[in-house]
C-alpha cells in the first residue's frame, strides 16, 4: 500500500466532505452486515471480516485527523511544514489491524481444536456486506492520501467478501473445516498487508535519496557547465523533496551571476514539474 500526503482535506472543505462522510457510513453498513454473519451466524471467516470491518472506520476517522494536520504550515517547532504528520494515520490503522490478527489468531486456533455450527445465513448476509466496501473502496481512492492507505486496507475487505461467501457456504453445507480454512487464508493476507505498508512507512521515514533527481540535478549541471561538488536530496513525502547541493564557479564571478546560476538550476527542476526544495551553495572553483 502507498502512502502519500496530498490535500485531500481541503477538498473535504468544499464538496468532497460528503464523500468522506459516504465513505464512513458506507464502512458502517457493510461492517454491519459482516458482524451480524460473523458474531449470529457462526462463520469464523465472516467475523475477521467483521472485525476488519470495524477498524476500518476508526482508522479512517484518524487518517483524516492526520491528513488535515500534514496539512499546517511551516511553525515555530516545524521549520519544513507538517506533511510527514500523515503518516499517523497509516500508523494507526497499521496498529489496529496488528491487534485484530493477534485476537484472530489466538480465536482460530481454539476454534480448530473444537467444533462448531456455520449457518447458511452467514453466506447470505456476507454478500449483503460486500456492496457498500466496493462502493467505499472507489471513493476512497479517488480522494487519494493516507485514504490511499484506508482503500488498499478495504480492498482486503472485498476480498474478504469473496472468501466468506465461498467458506462460509461450503462451512454450512459440507464441513465447518472449509469454513475455518477461508478464515486462516484472510489472516494471512492480512498480516502480508501489514507487512508491506510497515515497508513502505520505512522508506518514507528513512530519508532514502532519490537516485533519479539526482540524475536530473547532475544533468541539469553539466548542461549549463556548472562543477558540481555535493548533492544530498530527500523524500519528504512521496512527490516532495527537499534537498542542498555545493558547486563550483569561478573565483570572479559576482554575487548576482552566482545566484542566477542556482536560481536557473531550481527554476529549470521545477519546470520538468519535480517540487523540490533545493538549496544551491556556491564556492569559488
Known amino acids: 500500500m502507498r502512502v502519500e500526503a496530498n490535500a485531500c482535506f481541503s477538498v473535504w472543505r468544499g464538496c468532497g466532505i460528503k464523500y468522506f462522510h459516504l465513505v464512513v ?87 480448530g ?11 447470505v448476509f456476507a454478500t449483503l456486506g460486500a456492496l457498500p466496501y466496493l462502493t ?17 486496507f478495504t480492498m482486503v475487505e472485498i476480498i474478504e467478501c469473496l472468501v466468506v461467501i465461498t467458506s462460509s457456504l461450503g462451512g454450512a453445507i459440507v464441513n465447518y473445516l472449509i469454513d475455518l480454512t477461508g478464515a486462516s487464508f484472510l489472516l494471512i493476507y492480512l498480516y502480508v498487508e501489514i507487512v508491506r505498508e510497515v515497508r513502505n512507512l520505512l522508506h518514507v521515514i528513512s530519508d532514502k535519496a532519490p537516485i533519479y533527481l539526482t540524475e536530473k540535478i547532475r544533468k541539469i549541471s553539466e548542461d549549463l557547465d556548472i562543477e558540481i561538488r555535493s548533492i544530498r536530496v530527500r523524500e519528504v513525502v512521496p512527490g516532495k523533496y527537499h534537498g ?29 514539474g519535480i517540487d523540490v526544495d533545493l538549496v544551491v551553495h556556491v564556492e569559488p572553483a
Open 25 to 111: 457510513l458506507l464502512s458502517v453498513l457493510g461492517g454491519f452486515f459482516k458482524i451480524v454473519s460473523g458474531v449470529f451466524f457462526g462463520s469464523k471467516a465472516a467475523l475477521v471480516d467483521a472485525l476488519t470491518s470495524i477498524v476500518n472506520v476508526v482508522a479512517a476517522l484518524v487518517v483524516a485527523k492526520y491528513e488535515s494536520m500534514s496539512l499546517m504550515p511551516p511553525d515555530t517547532d516545524h521549520h519544513y511544514g507538517h506533511k510527514r504528520m500523515f503518516v499517523g494515520g497509516s500508523m494507526f490503522s497499521i496498529s489496529l489491524y496488528s491487534v485484530v490478527g493477534g485476537a484472530m489468531l489466538v480465536d482460530l486456533i481454539y476454534s
Open 136 to 152: 467505499a473502496i472507489l471513493i476512497s481512492k479517488k480522494m487519494g492520501g493516507s485514504f490511499g492507505t484506508y482503500a488498499k
Open 113 to 123: 481444536i473444537g467444533r462448531y455450527e456455520v449457518h447458511i445465513l452467514a453466506t
Open 244 to 272: 542542498d547541493m555545493v558547486i563550483a564557479l569561478p573565483a570572479e564571478t559576482t554575487i548576482r551571476k552566482a545566484h542566477e546560476v542556482a536560481d536557473t538550476i531550481e527554476t529549470s527542476l521545477k519546470a520538468l
